[in-house]
């Protein structure tokens, strides 16, 4: 069987320096080839679980495999052995039990883990990194600072993803806003450029369709003055094992000028209009995307942390979205809209902020949604979410969510705004 490094070599994906490189690296510190190449930043986890997948003739076990997998399956399989031999199952379908091992090839390992297990396995092969981060997850195993630092850089790389705007999807935005009867009240959308939020700083983001141009961004512009600097639209790739997401949106045909979404949305802005309260803002959002998504849920940011508030649709645990907690700190999409992005838009990468969303939902499979922030004076107090399961977003449904957004923001600051003349001694 050809060695890994010997594969990605013959294939161009590395060249010989960098793989004396890696090999140095590993007799040094340890761990797998693979983990020492994403270390580097020579290959991208993608491909290493490509050629993992060609060398071993094994099926991939990949994020989505990995990120929410069923108590019970987990159950099977005591933390002795899970630690013991580097193995979780993830998966179970009648007197079969997928499982992902390090030691894929070691035969002995795969019967005793078979006799635990009671049960045929089907082997599958992940990377080493997502192996131990999903030990650590499910069986409580200590992960090494290293693959933390590794884990943490490779999640923040999937969550900033493909930071552009296509053309097409622009057009459609557009389009849709360029309509007679888009907007009575004046909103128009236009694409700008904005070097706001935290990418502007970080040296590991992707720098878009080329080095020398930067990627069009989205802005929303209201009536009246200019709001300053635009804030960024981002849009997250699909998982690998789903395939790219986001490039052939299809024409929203409700979304014409009579079409029932633009009627919620007039109602509303109307209702948003005459809120008098947080809890009633959220009441006329809630009640507007429901019936246009599966999912819709809102977030209060408060303290350095998100918190779940209100949410609505069949698979909304009410308890499970109030108790679920993330801190602005942690790599995640929410921390992407506190530093300035304008919109989340995609399949959610596998961080442990994203992954305690998931679980949150009755139903806790991973979705295409978008993410929109609601802020009061460019400070972020709620994140808008939707989804419709695993279908992608049309683009009309885009330039109302921003605008509804825009109307929420604006209500809070008016109660706010209420609230302080009413403590205010006369």
Not at 176 to 182: K, L, R, Y
Request: hydrophobic content about 40%; charged content about 25%.
């Amino acid at each position: 069987m050809a060695r890994i490094g010997q594969i990605l070599v013959e294939q161009g994906w590395l060249t010989d320096g960098q793989l004396q490189t890696a090999l140095r690296n590993q007799r040094i510190l340890g761990g797998r080839l693979g983990t020492c190449l994403l270390e580097m930043g020579a290959l991208s986890e993608d491909a290493l679980l490509d050629v993992l997948c060609a060398r071993t003739r094994l099926p991939a076990a990949d994020l989505e495999d990995l990120r929410v997998v069923d108590p019970e399956v987990i159950q099977l399989l005591s933390p002795r052995l899970a630690l013991r031999y580097r193995a979780v199952p993830f998966r179970s379908l009648g007197a079969q039990v997928d499982l992902v091992m390090l030691g894929f090839d070691n035969l002995e390992h795969q019967d005793e883990l078979a006799f635990g297990l009671g049960k045929t396995l089907r082997i599958h092969v992940a990377p080493e990194v997502r192996v131990l981060q999903a030990l650590r997850r499910y069986y409580g195993a200590q992960c090494p600072n290293r693959i933390v630092q590794i884990l943490e850089r490779l999640d923040r790389a999937r969550l900033l993803g493909s930071s552009h705007l296509t053309s097409d999807t622009a057009r459609e935005l557009l389009n849709w806003e360029t309509d007679e009867a888009a907007f009575a009240a004046g909103h128009s959308l236009s694409i700008g450029r904005s070097t706001r939020g935290p990418a502007g700083d970080n040296p590991e983001r992707p720098a878009g369709p080329s080095a020398d141009e930067e990627a069009p961004r989205l802005r929303l512009v209201p009536p009246g003055p200019s709001p300053g600097s635009p804030p960024l639209l981002r849009e997250s790739g699909r998982p690998a094992s789903a395939g790219r997401g986001g490039d052939a949106t299809k024409p929203d045909t409700g979304a014409t000028a009579t079409g029932p979404w633009r009627r919620q949305v007039a109602a509303a802005e109307e209702r948003l209009a005459a809120a008098g309260s947080a809890e009633e803002i959220g009441e006329a959002l809630l009640e507007a995307l429901g019936d246009r998504f599966d999912r819709a849920a809102l977030f209060r940011v408060r303290r350095g942390r998100v918190e779940g508030w209100l949410g609505t649709g069949s698979d909304v645990d009410t308890d499970g979205l109030r108790s679920y907690v993330a801190e602005l700190d942690e790599t995640s999409a929410f921390s992407e809209l506190d530093g300035g992005a304008g919109l989340f838009r995609g399949y959610l990468p596998s961080v442990p902020a994203h992954d305690d969303l998931i679980a949150a939902w009755d139903e806790p499979t991973s979705s295409y949604c978008v993410l929109v922030p609601i802020r009061v004076a460019d400070r972020l107090v709620l994140a808008l979410y939707v989804d419709r399961g695993r279908n992608e977003m049309e683009g009309a449904d885009i330039p109302p969510l921003l605008v509804l957004a825009t109307r929420a923001g604006s209500a809070l600051q008016r109660c706010i705004g209420r609230t302080k003349a009413a403590r205010k001694p006369r």
